[in-house]
């Protein structure tokens, strides 16, 4: 068994004085100490300032073992009361605790923090750090990363020249890093912030079988544009699971959509229309033309919603995070990201009559106006304190939108017209998801 004593505390420890000849002293057995400094900087030493079996100094404590000086005033056996020095002690002996001692730091816990771990294969570069308590914070930089575990133990931060896991599902930005945390470190939280972006906005990381976005993550466009990743017990990946991840820099979540040619054009007349999954893929169907899709590409967030430009030459896709994606001749006019806001509850998309912009509303009623879209108010601004928000709608001539609620509640804005809404007549619903205009 181990005697635990805590820093700056006082404790009694049994030991065995032993002579110069190595015999036992009949020294009094319980040695009374206060520690002082902090634990694991070497051997074990006693001042006898104070007589031994009183109060003495504790001044490291890692070994079982140590040399205790003493002097002629210090009384030993039955001369604890007042008697004389023992034979054979002219000025040290050896004391052995019979037990060993582990002195453990204020709010930190017993023995040394576990090692770092050794940088993974085919890493160009790699930084470790430590923290010897719990109450401390270990830091290091490497490569643009930098990474601060709050709490006791270690870690090593390591970057790639390429990527080590295979191909990625999207175009990455910027350089691939690894974050391996010791076993037996116990980190409260693990702070990752890469300001090595190369024009990226988000991180991912391999799972081991795929890619996924890390979250909870926040982009700030700087400079330098960075994105910074708290991670703890409920993140995406958790610190538990940093025995070896690779992290990944994915490009801007925000861009027009890949040049591409039309696998079909739209015939004439309106004889058709499109499917938008939530992967980005886009079917066409009937006279609706194809122009490309997010299907093949890796998405930070799902996408919740579409719309095509008049004359059905080209669409948009909107993701929850406010990315927009163009394609056709659906021309990019901005989105949440691009204009650093950060959110994660889009909801719905509407296009101007004539294309040259469009509104995106999320779950509270906020709405954003970008292009010739004109911004017209929304529910935060009349003072509703709703969660439910579930479409957009513009009037035909574009002055004016309606906003839908889960529960049938209608927000009429601009030159669009109030002319009821599920509550107001009675009807008691709450999974209202689209609203359309009459004509």
């Not at 694991?40 to 031994?52: F, H, M, P, Q």
């Not at 100094?57 to 039955?78: C, D, P, Q």
């Not at 919740?304 to 001749?329: E, K, N």
């Amino acid at each position: 068994a181990t005697q635990s004593v805590t820093a700056g505390a006082t404790a009694t420890v049994t030991a065995t004085l032993r002579d110069e000849t190595g015999a036992a002293v009949p020294a009094p057995l319980a040695v009374g100490y206060t520690t002082t400094p902090a634990a694991g900087s070497g051997t074990v030493g006693l001042d006898t300032a104070g007589a031994l079996g009183g109060t003495a100094a504790l001044h490291v404590s890692t070994s079982t073992a140590a040399t205790v000086h003493v002097g002629a005033a210090v009384a030993f056996g039955s001369a604890a009361t007042g008697g004389t020095p023992a034979p054979g002690l002219g000025g040290s002996a050896s004391v052995t605790f019979t037990q060993p001692v582990v002195v453990t730091p204020a709010g930190g816990s017993s023995g040394p923090p576990p090692s770092p771990p050794s940088p993974p294969a085919g890493a160009t570069s790699s930084r470790s750090a430590t923290s010897a308590s719990s109450t401390g914070t270990a830091t290091v930089t490497d490569g643009g990363v930098t990474a601060a575990g709050a709490g006791e133990g270690s870690f090593t931060v390591s970057q790639y020249g390429s990527d080590p896991v295979g191909a990625p599902t999207f175009a990455s930005a910027g350089g691939y890093f690894d974050v391996r945390v010791a076993s037996g470190s116990s980190f409260t939280s693990l702070t990752v912030t890469d300001c090595n972006l190369g024009g990226g906005t988000g991180l991912d990381y391999w799972t081991g079988s795929s890619w996924q976005a890390v979250s909870p993550a926040s982009y700030t466009a700087g400079p330098p544009a960075c994105v910074t990743a708290t991670l703890g017990t409920s993140s995406t990946p958790s610190i538990a699971e940093l025995t070896g991840t690779v992290f990944a820099v994915t490009g801007p979540a925000v861009s027009p959509g890949p040049a591409q040619p039309p696998v079909t054009k739209p015939a004439s007349g309106s004889q058709g229309y499109r499917l938008v999954g939530a992967d980005g893929g886009v079917f066409a169907f009937g006279s609706a033309g194809f122009f490309g899709s997010m299907g093949a590409t890796h998405l930070h967030r799902p996408v919740v919603a579409a719309a095509s430009v008049p004359g059905g030459a080209g669409y948009w896709l909107v993701a929850s995070d406010g990315g927009v994606f163009a394609f056709g001749d659906a021309a990019f006019h901005g989105s949440l990201p691009a204009d650093g806001v950060h959110v994660s509850d889009v909801v719905g998309m509407a296009a101007t009559p004539g294309g040259g912009g469009y509104w995106l509303v999320s779950s509270d009623g906020g709405v954003f106006a970008f292009g010739d879209a004109r911004y017209l108010g929304s529910a935060p601004e009349v003072g509703a304190h709703v969660t439910d928000v579930r479409a957009i709608v513009a009037t035909p001539g574009g002055g004016g939108y309606w906003l839908a609620g889960a529960h049938g509640g209608i927000f009429a804005f601009g030159d669009a017209g109030y002319a009821g809404s599920l509550p107001g007549v009675g009807v008691d619903v709450s999974d209202v998801v689209a609203i359309t205009t009459a004509g």
